[in-house]
């Protein structure tokens, strides 16, 4: 397939997206370390979760999402979402002429640094794709990995139901054969999951170490702006910018407990997101 849009030559956000709010975990990571960068934060929320959807439904969803940052001005896509990184990542980056980064491989290699025995939770579809296994595997072959799809989690999270008791009882029921399996390292293979944080610390002994691989994103993130010479050296305040799909008024009041304000969210028609998949 021919390479889609190329950037604009005024090119100076970088653009970050995932499902829904799972993706501020990486937000939120970016705009602590990355402090001059401008951020686009795009939200599918008429079409979360993506963990129950195929490969090309996902691929013509993310084509349809890079295409329109790409009219918003990024210099940089992140798939803040371990199902698209998974499904999408590869080929859109073969389409694109542009900097696009998954958050897979950063957080495998930051497991495969820190334990042996390590469980992966996440979306169904990035558990069924393998591709935590053979990311964690390539980077240290004697280590053991244990994978569990979560269905349940984006749902709850997405509802702002994190102190629901059910939520802790499916967590738990969820944690039961990693912990049987006596892991180390607990990864959240999905970004959604570290909002989670309250609840697995009820659950898990302080002997698992958790990684978020939000934090090795922005790390690997940095190196590439570098290396690009894409980094901002601006002393001016940054913009950030905030879009869904779905409802923005329902998007702006869960995500701002997360972000530390309430954010002015805008919406984007799936219409408009379909037909440039298709363009």
């Given amino acids: 397939m021919a390479k889609f849009l190329q950037m604009p030559i005024q090119a100076d956000k970088i653009g970050v997206f995932d499902s829904g709010v799972g993706g501020l975990t990486v937000l939120r990571e970016i705009m602590?370390?990355?402090?001059?960068?401008?951020?686009?934060?795009?939200?599918?929320?008429a079409r979360v979760p993506y963990g129950n959807r195929t490969q090309s439904e996902l691929l013509r969803f993310?084509?349809?999402?890079?295409?329109?940052?790409?009219?918003?001005?990024?210099?940089?896509?992140?798939?803040a979402c371990n199902t698209s990184s998974a499904l999408a990542l590869e080929t859109v980056q073969a389409e694109f002429d542009l900097p696009i980064l998954g958050i897979i491989l950063p957080g495998a290699r930051a497991a495969?640094?820190?334990?042996r025995r390590i469980g992966v939770i996440s979306t169904v579809a990035t558990a069924q794709s393998n591709a935590y296994k053979q990311a964690i595997l390539e980077a240290s072959p004697a280590a053991r990995v244990w994978q569990v799809g979560c269905p349940d989690f984006v749902p709850l999270i997405e509802k702002g139901r994190i102190q629901d008791p059910y939520t802790l009882a499916v967590a738990t029921d969820y944690l039961k054969p990693l912990m049987a399996a006596n892991i180390d390292t607990l990864v959240y293979g999905c970004t959604h999951y570290p909002h989670l944080n309250p609840i697995m610390q009820r659950i898990l002994p302080s002997s698992i170490r958790v990684i978020n691989p939000a934090s090795s994103?922005?790390?690997?993130?940095a190196k590439e702006l570098d290396v690009l010479g894409l980094s901002s050296n601006s002393k001016t305040k940054r913009q950030i910018d905030f879009y869904v799909s779905g409802d923005p008024t329902q998007f702006a009041e869960v995500s701002g407990q997360w972000i530390g304000f309430t954010p002015d969210v805008q919406p984007v028609s799936l219409s408009i997101l379909e037909g440039l998949a298709i363009a």
């Fill in 62 to 79: 993310v084509r349809g999402i890079i295409t329109w940052m790409q009219g918003q001005g990024v210099k940089m896509v992140v798939m």
């Fill in 112 to 115: 495969a640094k820190t334990g």
């Fill in 217 to 221: 994103l922005v790390s690997a993130m």
């Fill in 32 to 45: 602590a370390h990355l402090p001059s960068e401008s951020l686009l934060y795009f939200g599918d929320t």
